[in-house]
């Protein structure tokens, strides 16, 4: 159990003059929700410089969180930090050019939930039990008698919704309904939240959502469904970086797919993929060899070649994954 890493980790914030709050690159709610919380609880604990920044702009639909404008791009922040909080990921290269900020006397605190080995860091909590790092924060926020406020709740509530699917994937537990129901208890609008963060769309994300939907191939008796997002597709649809995020969902939506594959080709010799997978096929297994990682049912990766080479690499990954499960 964390409970005795946390108890450190809130001595640690509690010495600290000056505290920096990160997360990893091409920020998603999760990662947004998850700054934003354990900012607000460090501003309880204590009266604190505390500097959040990410190395990527916060994406529209998370924008309203409260602190949100408090977000800055790393080359406007001005080092030196005691203690580097880094959330929802636990490796240095994933938090991009934030990691510049860095010295070699920063303390760095990791509070992750992914299937990760080798975290990062003086002091790790990464525990792939808990369905989202939003449910790590607030056992922080207790341990540090926090009390839970209207701020605090939003934004791990964002980081528990979007990390959960709105509560549908396989990774809900007992326990995230729990601390959901306390985030809600604060008077959270919950239907509100949910229009921003998982209705509501630009109409460039609407013309990018149609190009995905028409580029998606059934292959292997409809096992596997694999689309892609060209270059082209995101400069004729005027689609940013964001608008990308949740379009793999609608692949895996359909149904007998066991995988679905989203190629995002970001120029001639860059790709990103992502996965989703059904219980019993570990999305973060395939890509590992990759250099991915993620969730069991969700994981990405960064393939350094061009879009071709990439799908074929991919697609040979994910068939054998799929050789011998029913």
């Not at 929700?33 to 916060?58: E, F, M, N, T």
């Not at 977000?71 to 005691?82: G, K, L, S, T």
């Not at 601390?179 to 769309?201: K, S, W």
């Not at 959502?209 to 649809?237: C, H, K, P, Q, Y």
Request: net charge negative; with cysteine; glycine share 8%.
């Amino acid at each position: 159990m964390p409970q005795i890493k946390l108890g450190e980790m809130v001595q640690r914030l509690r010495q600290a003059k000056r505290i920096l709050v990160t997360s990893h690159v091409s920020p998603d709610g999760d990662a947004v929700g998850a700054v934003l919380a354990v900012y607000h609880i460090i501003r309880a604990l204590h009266d604190r410089d505390v500097v959040c920044s990410l190395a990527h702009p916060v994406p529209k639909r998370y924008a309203w969180l409260p602190g949100a404008d408090r977000i800055c791009p790393p080359e406007v922040c001005a080092p030196p930090f005691d203690v580097a909080v880094i959330v929802d990921v636990a490796q240095l290269d994933r938090i991009g050019a934030v990691s510049a900020l860095l010295g070699d006397d920063t303390q760095i605190i990791v509070l992750d939930h992914h299937l990760e080995t080798a975290p990062a860091g003086d002091l790790a909590v990464v525990d792939p039990r808990y369905a989202a790092t939003g449910e790590l924060i607030i056992e922080l926020m207790d341990c540090a008698g926090v009390a839970l406020t209207r701020e605090i709740a939003e934004c791990a509530y964002v980081a528990l919704a979007t990390d959960t699917g709105s509560f549908k994937y396989s990774n809900t537990t007992e326990r995230s309904h729990r601390i959901a129901a306390r985030l809600v208890a604060t008077g959270l609008p919950v239907a509100e939240i949910g229009r921003r963060v998982f209705d509501e769309m630009s109409a460039a994300r609407f013309r990018l959502l149609i190009r995905f939907v028409n580029s998606v191939t059934l292959l292997d008796g409809g096992r596997i469904a694999l689309g892609t997002v060209t270059a082209n597709d995101m400069a004729e649809s005027e689609a940013l970086e964001e608008d990308t995020e949740g379009l793999i969902n609608f692949a895996r939506n359909i149904e007998g797919v066991d995988v679905a594959m989203l190629f995002r080709e970001v120029d001639n010799h860059t790709v990103k993929l992502s996965l989703r997978s059904r219980e019993g096929v570990n999305s973060a297994e395939i890509l590992r060899s990759l250099g991915g990682g993620g969730h069991a049912a969700a994981a990405g990766t960064t393939l350094e070649m061009p879009l071709r080479q990439a799908t074929a690499l991919a697609l040979r990954h994910v068939r054998e994954a799929l050789q011998g499960t029913l």
